[in-house]
């Protein structure tokens, strides 16, 4: 033996000892001598392999040598040769002893104070709380000679404790295991109380008998999800023994009871100690009073109690005394703590509490804490009591102060999704595991994680970990950690827990009988067909119609703000039948910020984006992300068209393709509009973008396809230019695409050749954009080109210097204004440019003659294009005072005076309007009047079309349309007529400065 020793502390090292040279001393120390099978082979021998397996083999070999001196010294009494023979043998004893000597050395310390209570760890095995109970007030009831019954308590407590923690730490699966030991160790906690009790009705004597006293276990107490080392939270509720009897009496002698009690559990003895009794969580705090009645109590959470304070009995239960008093307390108080949800800025509070809550961890313990810090436990327990608070006031089966409990409950029924409910749950085992383990240790009240190597090496060994083990544990952690404040500030800040507490205990359960009353009140025009949209939504007990039931009370609110409520919900139903059975859809209005609500205004307020994404309604997906409601630019709505069509083989395909991208965008845009997001120049220029984008995508399909069927280069470089209002990128939701078509034959092709081509290109690139399909169809409008229709559709650069060298007449300069490039070749276009600028900013103005015939063609299109029936005073760009009055006022003055006034060579007509002001060319007031008209025409005729799903070119007559439309534009509900009058007011203005600044009226 004596030349094996020098090589023992290198097979202690590999089997995981931290100090092996201590641990070979110790080994060989003669109190272990009986255990040891072979010491020459320290590294096979059982006993040290069985240690080898647990957190911390040298803390838990130092305990073994002193639990076997203690055992020896006690003889008989503790059994040394049965804890021998436990010991010897591998398996199942020998393991729970180790197991619990490498986990704690309080637990260590307590057996080798009493060598006895080794057999409570060999043969632990799960209890009743009623046993537990019995074991404990039997333990003082009969304390044993020379023991105090507070010693009895605390002896049969930690003799308890060894057995928990037995099954607790020798299992392969703690996380697992955690609700077991949880409800365990709170039964223990119950069992201490009464037994407590029964030892404080001693002491008080016959007095006790005047009162009937319940304790009501708080906390983590009550919800049966005790630590090893907590306080332990309680209320005292308390009644006079017999009906009519002193009720002042009857508090005192309960005061003094509860008094007794929380010395009796709180203080320290010879035998140790137990843990703190907190009664702080009574009404008024501990400024209260220790005892109430039941009264009292009700009395209390009726007139003066805070949102925190009813969380806070979402978890109380009865554990000790009287249960039949306890028991009525609960039932009392949990109407009260189901409604607290409806208290105003009841989510605003708790999301406040949980603020200070973490605003109060003490700086140096911020990255430690367990319990109280970002991504700790709290962040759990506020989230799911939050929700459970939200939604149990329709749904009992949410209603349990158990946290995993209720977390699975939550899931069950769609509140909460079932990957993040299990995300939760996995971390809620892993943090209350380290809390437990960290506790257990040394039995001290702690939620810190550790900072010593050894701890943490300890600690990860305890969680299964062997290589690495405290870096491994501490990463395993930090992970759990971001992933529980990740899914706890997206599920505690949903906007829709605050919309689902505003409603009233009626308005939040969709019964038939509710639904249709609430229907009628909020102004629904048709409430049976409502109804039956929401019976098709919820009906069943899948999960989709579980969360459906969460969403529509709330979303029925949000569509009834809109003037055509009716409409929203059908949209809605349509559009939840096309996707509601996928992962993310209602998930997404669940829980991503303010889809759902974003979702419900569009809607009621939209036929045209309710269409656009019946059509599309994947499109629903960015309502749910940051920054979602922006409407692209033109190179990345562009990028994502040119990838959509680079997909599919066929022309056709390709162009349908970027067409669906188009109508996305157009929903963006729409939402984004609808919300306010974006200004009116804004809006312009993002349709004109995207129609720009799609001209682009299309002409290069349809040139690759041309190059394709030839087999060579095409014969041209081609050109669209904007007009109109395209080419200002101030497009409206209801306008054509107006162009022109410009090519450039290549060096060397045939110029008859290459028109017929570019030709052939032009007119597919029209067919393809007039497709029917799901997306609104794209109306090419090439009526401005040279000679107007009778033209030819497209023409090469050459040809149309020719045109306006020798034939351009005014109206086309006046139309020029506005052209723009806007897709194809850009050298090409720049070269237009060159052509075109000295034909639309003439040098030297306008003669009289030409001005004229500019005012001749404007009195003539007053007259001639005005649809039959239509009101001068209302068409919004016809009629008097509107966009055709300001447009072609404007456009007199560029004509006029461009070639001297730089700022009024631009195609937009917001900016010459302004740069014709800055330059003194109008008056400030016309400037303003026109101005305001060419605003307002354009925000109605965008209001119009988004209300009704078509063109609307005049102030309806019908109010509730004209109501629709001045709800788009952020005016108050039924605001129609003022609308309506304003519209006249304002063109009523223009029409006067139109006149003088056209006509020299």
């Not at 007449?809 to 276009?829: K, M, S």
Request: proline share 4%.
């Amino acid at each position: 033996m004596t030349a094996r020793m020098p090589s023992v502390p290198g097979d202690l090292t590999r089997l995981g000892f931290a100090d092996p040279r201590r641990a070979s001393i110790l080994v060989a120390d003669p109190a272990l001598a009986p255990l040891v099978h072979d010491r020459e082979r320290v590294e096979t021998d059982g006993l040290a392999v069985g240690l080898s397996r647990v957190a911390d083999p040298d803390q838990a070999l130092l305990s073994l040598v002193r639990l076997m001196e203690s055992a020896t010294r006690a003889g008989a009494v503790a059994d040394v040769d049965g804890l021998v023979a436990a010991l010897r043998a591998s398996g199942r004893d020998r393991d729970r002893l180790l197991s619990v000597l490498g986990a704690s050395t309080a637990l260590g310390d307590h057996l080798v104070a009493r060598p006895a209570h080794w057999k409570a760890v060999t043969e632990a095995f799960p209890l009743e709380v009623e046993e537990r109970i019995d074991l404990l007030t039997t333990a003082v009831r009969e304390p044993g000679e020379g023991t105090s019954p507070e010693d009895a308590l605390r002896i049969e407590y930690r003799r308890q404790l060894l057995g928990i923690a037995a099954l607790d730490v020798s299992r392969p699966d703690p996380q697992q295991r955690l609700p077991e030991t949880a409800s365990a160790l709170a039964d223990l906690a119950e069992a201490a109380l009464e037994a407590a009790l029964v030892v404080a009705r001693a002491q008080v004597g016959a007095a006790a008998d005047s009162c009937r006293l319940a304790v009501i276990g708080m906390g983590k107490t009550g919800g049966r999800e005790l630590n090893y080392i907590s306080d332990v939270d309680v209320i005292f509720v308390a009644e006079p023994a017999e009906e009519g009897g002193d009720e002042d009496a009857a508090i005192a002698a309960a005061t003094d009871l509860a008094t007794r009690l929380i010395r009796i559990c709180s203080s320290s003895t010879a035998a140790g100690s137990l843990w703190q009794v907190d009664p702080a969580l009574r009404p008024e705090g501990k400024n209260g009073p220790l005892v109430r009645t039941l009264e009292s109590h009700l009395s209390y959470y009726e007139r003066w109690a805070k949102t925190w304070e009813f969380q806070a009995l979402l978890k109380a239960r009865p554990v000790a005394g009287d249960r039949a008093l306890g028991r009525a307390y609960v039932d009392a108080v949990a109407p009260l703590v189901w409604s607290a949800a409806s208290r105003e800025n009841f989510v605003e509070d708790v999301q406040a509490m949980r603020r200070r809550v973490e605003d109060h961890v003490p700086a140096a313990e911020a990255d430690r804490q367990l319990k109280l810090g970002r991504g700790g436990l709290r962040d759990i327990e506020f989230s799911v009591q939050l929700l459970q608070l939200v939604h149990g006031r329709a749904d009992s089966s949410l209603r349990s102060g158990t946290t995993l409990t209720a977390l699975g409950a939550l899931a069950r029924g769609g509140y909460v999704g079932r990957e993040e409910a299990q995300t939760l749950a996995t971390a809620y085992r892993l943090l209350r595991t380290l809390e437990h383990r960290i506790q257990l240790h040394r039995l001290r009240r702690t939620h810190l994680m550790p900072t010593s190597e050894s701890d943490l090496r300890c600690l990860g060994r305890a969680l299964g970990h062997t290589r690495d083990a405290g870096e491994a544990v501490v990463a395993q952690w930090r992970t759990a950690a971001r992933e529980v404040r990740r899914l706890h500030e997206r599920i505690f800040y949903r906007p829709l827990l605050s919309a689902v507490a505003r409603l009233g205990p009626d308005e939040v359960r969709l019964t038939p009988e509710a639904a249709r009353e609430r229907l009628a009140a909020l102004g629904f025009r048709d409430p049976k067909g409502a109804l039956r949209h929401l019976e098709a939504l919820t009906d069943g007990v899948s999960r989709r119609a579980a969360i459906q039931r969460q969403l529509l009370p709330v979303m029925l609110g949000w569509f009834a703000d809109e003037a055509d409520p009716d409409a929203g919900l059908l949209a809605f139903r349509r559009i939840s039948d096309e996707l509601g059975t996928t992962h993310w859809y209602l998930r997404l209005l669940r829980d991503e910020g303010s889809a759902a609500e974003r979702l419900a205004h569009t809607l009621g307020r939209s036929r045209y984006a309710a269409e656009l994404l019946e059509r599309g309604p994947e499109s629903v997906q960015f309502l749910g992300e940051s920054g979602g409601l922006r409407p692209r630019t033109r190179d990345e709505v562009e990028t994502r068209m040119r990838g959509a069509a680079k997909r599919k083989d066929d022309p056709e395909q390709a162009v349908l393709a970027a067409r669906a991208v188009r109508r996305t965008e157009l929903f963006r845009i729409a939402v984004a509009s609808l919300l306010g997001q974006v200004s009116l120049d804004e809006l312009g220029q993002a349709l004109a973008d995207v129609t720009g984008a799609l001209l682009e995508v299309t002409l290069e399909v349809v040139v690759a396809r041309v190059e394709e069927q030839t087999g060579e280069p095409a014969l041209s470089r081609h050109l669209v230019v904007g007009m109109g209002r395209l080419g200002g990128g101030e497009s409206s939701f209801g306008s054509d695409a107006d162009v022109m078509f410009v090519h450039d034959p290549v060096e060397g092709a045939d110029t008859r050749a290459a028109q017929e081509q570019a030709l052939q290109v032009v007119k597919e690139l029209i067919r393809l954009l007039g497709l029917a399909a799901p997306d609104p169809k794209v109306e090419v409008d090439a009526g401005l080109r040279p000679e107007g229709k009778n033209g030819p559709l497209t023409r090469s650069l050459e040809s149309y210097r020719s045109y306006y060298e020798r034939w351009s007449l005014v109206w086309e300069a006046q139309a020029l204004l506005r052209a723009a490039p806007v897709a194809g070749d850009a050298e090409l276009g720049e070269r237009f440019l060159e052509l075109i600028d000295p034909i639309r900013w003439p040098e030297g103005g306008l003669d009289a003659g030409q001005v004229r015939e500019i005012r001749t063609l404007k009195a003539r299109m007053e007259s001639e294009r005005l649809p039959r029936g239509a009101d001068r005073k209302t068409h919004f760009k016809l009629g008097h005072g509107g966009l055709s009055d300001v447009e072609w006022c404007v456009q007199l003055i560029q004509l006029e005076h461009a070639h001297e006034v730089e700022g009024l060579r631009t195609t937009s007509t917001r900016a010459a309007l302004a740069a014709a002001q800055a330059a003194g060319l109008i008056a400030a007031e016309d400037a303003a009047a026109l101005g305001e008209a060419w605003r307002l025409a354009s925000e109605m005729r965008n209001a119009g079309l988004l209300s009704r799903g078509r063109p609307v070119d005049s102030v309806p007559s019908d109010l509730r349309d004209a109501d629709a439309m001045a709800r788009i534009m952020g005016l108050p509900p039924q605001s129609g007529q003022e609308l309506a009058n304003r519209y006249r007011r304002v063109a009523r203005r223009a029409r006067h400065a139109a006149e003088h600044v056209f006509y020299d009226s």
